[in-house]
């Protein structure tokens, strides 16, 4: 596409937008020990591009890119290497310096939409105030009234009428202006350039130089579209250019909502608020500091999509943070790996991707959940046995058919009263699968989809409204005492938050004994003996036992927590999103610890995710749902080969990295 | 909005039958003889003391009693003191010196506390947050009227800077010691309360990002940190209402005040139950009423109340 | 699923098979710069350590808390054994020796009733440290009691023992403890003392409980100890009273210092402690006409009494610091 090739000259012949060099961060600890968080890291950002920064929690990413924007937390400080915004320093620069760089020339868009932004003050009121911060002109695009008329005047005159917003008070009499003009042209399907015209022409968003080109376009002689673009697009005020921003950032009814706080908001909503308070000045930067994280797979595409699409028409360059190897590649020209505070590689995207030379880039490559379903879809694609790329050995069809249902859930329906409103809320509606023994069946879905409900009434910690489930052909409802204790010992739980589920004041050991003791299983000395073996069994040192929760990793957490649920020796092993919170690389091991066990004792596992690469590679069996209905159940090849509802489809769709090609060589 | 006042006021009913209740069966139902407490130590008539005991119903039963006692507090007829005047009058003649007083000194610990809270919250480490830190400890553990003795004999004694005692009609001037007296160990409170809200805001994720906008460190800082500081700041300082009245009993006597802690106190002493009562119903209803002025303000300082 | 996949001809692909930019060719780190770790290995650089032991680490290094801590454990001292430090009978007074000047074993002299000032300072401490104790105990035990029944159990049982805690609250500390106090004027017993504050102190323990173990409740552990088999009341006692109990010891530390202040104040006032129990704030009450003649009789004991409350103020904060959640996040 030549405008892409155009892009590419562009940029080549610009000089870099910005240039860290070597750059070093340390932090002081309370003892007043220094701690370097990043060390001789370098990296450039040219105009309009997308560059991506992909590392581990820890790796240093966030801090680099908080040093760039002079925001580094606590006794966080530069020690080393420059940072060049434009050809300018901005290491050593004043507080008050930074202030007139920040907004203007620079942008955020922060990880956690939850906390970002004041719960205090409305939105439309948050956007205002990086309008007002940088004194931009609400009325026209880019021009920040003080700083641009005191220093060029010139342009100032020379542009104005280009700039100019649709303001809502003169949208109808445009409309009607446009209609007219449209009419008098004698252009054919007047309705249908209307309607378009109603989308498009949004409230202190779109341009008169972008209203006139659209009337020229529908037919309309130059000189009349540039009349009624003249007439009617004056410029817009405050309330028109929060909602316009708003609107850009892709949030419905972007008028209301500005009046609005932020708790009446949902996740993507409040992160498209911050995008939109990230662009409001129109900086020629953007920072996303994983900007999607916290949300569901399919509003994260549609943000990201839509972040792309904005950033692009704006010609605003993004520095990318993320953890998603996948996700970094398909969004970004040029990707830098970063590994405890350094930059390990650094290179072309896709080349980067297909020929990782870092040993850590490589681990990386292998380990990436969204990667590694590619992978497989690509080696069957070029008729390569892909079996051997998949750690879990996914069972045919046939054997699944055989297999005798350990788990029966039979119309599971579950109603929770919502808080002062009469209807019941419906978090699992008529459910029905069953698990096989020795199997996996993973439930996938998105927050809401009703998928730990399910996993809490199988559990027996949530009674079903209607419905049952069966344990090898028991209803577990009519379990009491001494049943309901025989069947907890045999269905253990595997909980989503590595920092939750263990007792940060119970030592390790205790953690790991506390099923032994419940269910007055062996004396003191059998159990130590036990949790001995547990330990080994997931691959932690036995040292361990008399340390506490705090002291190790989410991962080992959830080792620990792998290792109480087996303490019992269990038959069904209910993980609910058990690796969700990990890093790629120790999800990746947690997951083949839980194929090993599950090949050596025969476990059978329910697995519930929102992750569907993950269920590449454990499942044997999908179960989709979505607001607590069950919309696909298949084998798991079945479902990612020939996914049958258009939201399973945009499930796997939206797994990051899926447009890209993946070298086997890795 | 409407509907929250509703519900607030309607759960407000409960607490205040209950704690008047309570205050009442403390007084009236406890062991002791009230109309023996009436006359000291001295004898009393049998015939007049069945006398008083039917003028103040103490010869019925007590949840009778009490409900007479509710029915009467209704129209403000708290019956009469032992002197003969009417309850309702002395609580009229005392209430507007406590009333002087409790807002002077409302004003002196809201102010004062929130502004070194404010410096030491922002300059945390700094020796003046140290110094502020310091003094605040100090006058949380001295208890107020050691505190009321030492300004009274270093401003009042020593220096003779301010008058030591307030008399019967003080004004401005006369109650500035007894007010900061007052005040003193809220504003020690509100000084840490701030601090801490303070420091642990500046960290806040959306602080951050209102830099990242732009903004100068002053619009953040007043915006952002200290905006939503005062949520707790203001809770805290209606919920003290009631209490700085409580305080004024040991303030008003130190400094020779007479208000309604004074008159309180006295009546305590003399045993004069329906005075005692009354007095603490009113202080009860003044506590009440504030925390829900307070809940008030802070469903319009912190929006995510408004709708819970 | 050949439309997901770009092929190096297509058009899309050619931006990423350009020539790298200035400054972004491809660039590969030396392997033993950043020498890979193992994934995800266990950190044994230092000692294991439970939650109470790091708090206790943390106190330990914290002057505020050695300062208090030394000064709690001399009051405590004083307290049990005031003979050790005065030979002096604090209630034998002679008029003769009315705010006489200090001498060898009277380093503080006498007030006006001409007991000795040093003696009743020292045993001023046994009145306040026993108020302040006792108090605390009962007050952390019923309110403790009420507000984890409350907070675990929620439901109706928690609206009505909120709206129990409601009253009481409505009703401060010092104000209910006159009313009923005025009621045993006679009695010189500290219990009644001790009952008069525990009465009306045991709502905040109560409320803090209960905050605190509604949040520990929601802890995920307890959902997994269920799952495992735990009963609730096992649950309750072995998971959520632990990890609720640190905001209840910073509050009942902190009250400690607050109920002696209350005990001196209601001495002051004269319906705490008759004037032959010695305690400060009778004495200060004693003393206070004397403000003007003998500030010093007046200053004795006020200082004894805040200095005692200073050290378990101070503590409560050294204490809080040690168990600060925030402190201790990742």
């Known amino acids: 596409m030549s405008n892409e090739t155009n892009k590419q000259v562009q940029q080549a012949a610009q000089e870099p937008l910005l240039e860290v060099k070597d750059l070093s961060v340390q932090f002081t600890t309370d003892k007043g020990h220094p701690i370097t968080a990043v060390s001789d890291s370098s990296f450039t950002v040219y105009p309009g591009q997308w560059v991506a920064i992909v590392g581990e929690s820890g790796s240093g990413k966030s801090t680099s890119a908080m040093a760039v924007l002079g925001l580094l937390p606590g006794t966080g400080k530069v020690v080393g290497g420059s940072i060049k915004l434009h050809g300018e320093e901005l290491v050593g620069k004043s507080s008050k310096d930074y202030e007139k760089i920040r907004g203007v020339q620079m942008g955020l868009v922060p990880q956690d939409p939850m906390s970002n932004l004041n719960p205090v003050w409305r939105i439309g009121t948050q956007v205002k105030e990086a309008l007002k911060a940088n004194n931009m002109d609400v009325s026209r695009e880019k021009r920040s009234s003080l700083s641009k008329a005191l220093s060029d005047a010139e342009v100032k005159l020379k542009t104005r009428d280009d700039e100019l917003f649709i303001g809502s008070q003169e949208r109808p009499e445009l409309l009607a202006a446009a209609k007219a003009a449209l009419q008098k042209a004698g252009v054919a399907s007047v309705d249908e350039k209307m309607a378009t015209f109603e989308e498009t022409w949004v409230t202190g968003s779109q341009t008169r130089w972008l209203v006139a080109q659209d009337l020229i376009k529908a037919g309309v002689p130059d000189d009349d579209a540039w009349a009624v673009a003249k007439a009617h697009v004056t410029g817009s005020n405050m309330d028109d250019r929060i909602a316009g921003l708003l609107a850009e950032a892709g949030l419905p009814d972007a008028a209301t909502r500005a009046r609005q706080y932020p708790h009446e908001f949902s996740g993507g909503m409040r992160q498209r608020a911050l995008i939109a308070i990230g662009l409001a000045s129109r900086p020629d930067l953007l920072i996303a500091d994983e900007p999607t994280s916290a949300l569901d797979v399919t509003v994260q595409k549609k943000i990201l999509d839509h972040l792309h699409t904005l950033t692009d028409s704006l010609g605003t360059a993004v520095l990318f943070i993320t953890h998603d190897l996948g996700l970094a590649a398909e969004r970004a020209q040029h990707l830098v790996v970063m590994y405890q505070g350094r930059v390990v590689e650094s290179g072309p995207s896709l080349e980067v991707l297909q020929h990782p030379q870092h040993p850590y880039t490589k681990r990386l490559v292998n380990a990436a959940p969204s990667l590694a379903s590619q992978r497989i879809i690509s080696a069957k694609e070029r008729g390569v046995d892909a079996e051997s790329l998949m750690e879990h050995h996914t069972k045919g069809e046939e054997t699944l058919e055989h297999s005798e249902h350990i788990i029966t859930v039979d119309h599971l329906t579950k109603e929770f009263k919502l808080p002062r409103k009469r209807e019941m809320f419906k978090a699992v509606d008529d459910v029905s699968f069953s698990v096989k023994r020795g199997t996996t069946l993973a439930i996938v879905g998105e927050s809401g989809s009703g998928k730990s409900t399910v996993a809490n009434m199988v559990l027996h910690l949530l009674d079903p409204t209607s419905g049952k489930v069966t344990f090898e052909g028991r209803d577990i409802s009519t379990f009491k005492s001494k049943d309901l204790l025989a069947f907890r010992r045999r269905v253990q739980p595997v909980f989503q938050n590595p920092y939750g589920s263990l007792d940060p004041m119970y030592s390790i050991y205790r953690s790991i004994e506390e099923p032994l003791r419940i269910h007055g299983i ?145 | 909005m409407g509907k929250y006042l509703l519900r607030r006021i309607l759960q407000m009913i409960p607490v205040v039958i209950g704690t008047t209740l309570l205050i009442y069966a403390l007084v009236f139902a406890l062991p002791g003889d009230p109309v023996a407490a009436m006359f000291g130590d001295k004898p009393v008539n049998a015939a007049v003391a069945a006398q008083i005991r039917s003028e103040y119903n103490l010869d019925k039963p007590f949840i009778i009693q009490y409900l007479i006692f509710l029915k009467n507090a209704l129209t403000l007829d708290f019956g009469n003191t032992f002197a003969g005047q009417p309850v309702i009058a002395v609580i009229g003649r005392a209430f507007p010196v406590t009333i002087k007083l409790a807002i002077m000194a409302f004003v002196f610990e809201a102010v004062f506390g929130v502004v070194f809270g404010i410096i030491s919250g922002l300059k945390k480490g700094k020796w003046y947050d140290s110094v502020i830190l310091i003094v605040s400890l100090l006058l949380i553990s001295v208890p107020t009227f050691v505190t009321g003795f030492v300004l009274q004999y270093f401003l009042g004694v020593k220096w003779g800077l301010l008058p030591v005692t307030a008399g ?138 408004r709708y819970v | 699923m050949t439309d997901n996949t770009i092929s190096p001809e297509s058009a899309e692909a050619e931006e990423f098979f350009m020539d790298p930019l200035p400054g972004q060719e491809r660039f590969v780190a030396p392997v033993d710069e950043t020498p890979l770790k193992a994934v995800d290995s266990v950190d044994e650089s230092e000692p294991a350590t439970s939650m109470w032991t790091s708090a206790w680490i943390a106190l330990r290094k914290n002057p505020l808390f050695i300062f208090a801590a030394i000064l709690i454990v001399f009051i405590i001292i004083v307290a049990l054994f005031p003979q050790l430090f005065t030979h002096n009978d604090p209630t034998y007074c002679n008029l003769d020796n009315s705010l006489g000047k200090a001498s060898g074993s ?52 928690d609206s009505l023992l909120s709206r129990i805690t409601d009253v009481f609250f409505a009703i401060p500390l ?48 307890n959902t997994a100890s269920t799952a495992l088999g735990s009963t609730p009341m096992r649950n309750l006692f072995r998971h959520v009273l632990p990890n609720a109990l640190a905001p209840v010891i910073v509050v009942a530390t902190t009250s400690l210092g607050t109920y002696i202040v209350s005990e001196a104040t209601l001495s002051f006032l004269g319906v705490g402690l008759p004037s032959t129990t010695v305690s400060w704030g009778g004495d200060i009450s004693t003393a206070q006409s004397l403000l003007r003649i003998n500030p010093s009789v007046l200053f004795y004991p006020s200082a004894a009494l805040a200095i005692t409350v200073l050290a378990f103020i101070m503590m409560g904060d050294a204490v809080k610091d040690a168990l600060d959640p925030k402190s201790r996040t990742e």
């Open chain 3, 106 to 157: 009277h380093p503080l002299g006498f007030d006006q009733q001409g007991c000795d000032v040093y003696s009743r300072v020292i045993y001023g401490a046994r009145t306040s440290v026993s108020v302040g104790v006792l108090t605390t105990i009962i007050v952390v035990a019923v309110g403790g009691f009420i507000g984890a029944i409350a907070g675990f159990f929620g439901g109706w049982i």
């Open chain 3, 174 to 221: 010092l104000l209910g403890a006159i009313v009923l106090l005025q009621m045993f004027r006679t009695s010189d017993s500290i219990w009644k003392v001790v009952f008069a504050l525990a009465l009306f102190g045991w709502v905040q323990v109560a409320r803090i409980t209960r905050g605190s173990v509604m949040e520990a409740k929601n802890l995920e552990f």
């Open chain 2, 168 to 305: 019967s009609n003080p004004g401005f001037i006369d109650l500035l010691m007894p007010a900061s007296v007052l005040g003193s160990v809220s504003m020690a409170y509100i000084i840490r309360l701030t601090r801490t809200e303070v420091s642990s805001n500046i960290s806040e994720d959306y602080v951050r990002t209102a830099r990242a906008k732009g903004m100068s460190n002053k619009s953040v800082t007043l915006r952002h940190v200290l905006r939503n500081s005062m949520i707790p700041v203001v809770t805290y300082l209606g919920a003290d209402i009631g209490a700085l009245m409580g305080g004024a009993m040991i303030t008003e006597r130190i400094f020779n005040i007479n208000g309604i802690g004074n008159t309180l106190y006295q009546g305590i002493i003399r045993g004069e139950g329906t005075l005692v009562v009354s007095i603490v119903t009113i202080l009860v209803l003044v506590f009440v009423v504030c925390n829900l002025v307070v809940d008030m303000f802070y469903a319009v300082l912190d929006p995510r109340i």
């Open chain 1, 522 to 666: 062996g004396d003191r000395k059998s159990r130590v003996k036990r949790v001995r073996e547990l330990l080994d069994m997931v691959e932690l040192p036995e040292s361990v036992m008399g340390r506490y929760p705090n002291e190790l990793s989410g991962g080992q957490r959830q080792r620990i927590a792998i290792a109480r649920a087996m303490a019992l020796n269990p038959d069904v092993i209910i993980a609910d999103e058990a690796v969700s919170a990990l890093d790629v690389l120790v999800q990746d091991e947690v997951l083949r610890l839980l194929n090993d066990l599950q090949a050596e004792s025969g476990l059978s596992y329910l697995f519930i995710t929102h992750d569907l690469a993950v269920v590449r590679q454990i499942a044997d069996e999908v179960v989709v749902m979505q607001h607590g209905r069950l919309v696909e159940h298949a084998t798991t090849d079945e479902v990612f080969d020939h996914p049958k509802r258009q939201y399973t489809k945009d499930l796997l769709d939206a797994i990051p990295g899926g447009k890209l090609q993946l070298g086997l060589d890795s």
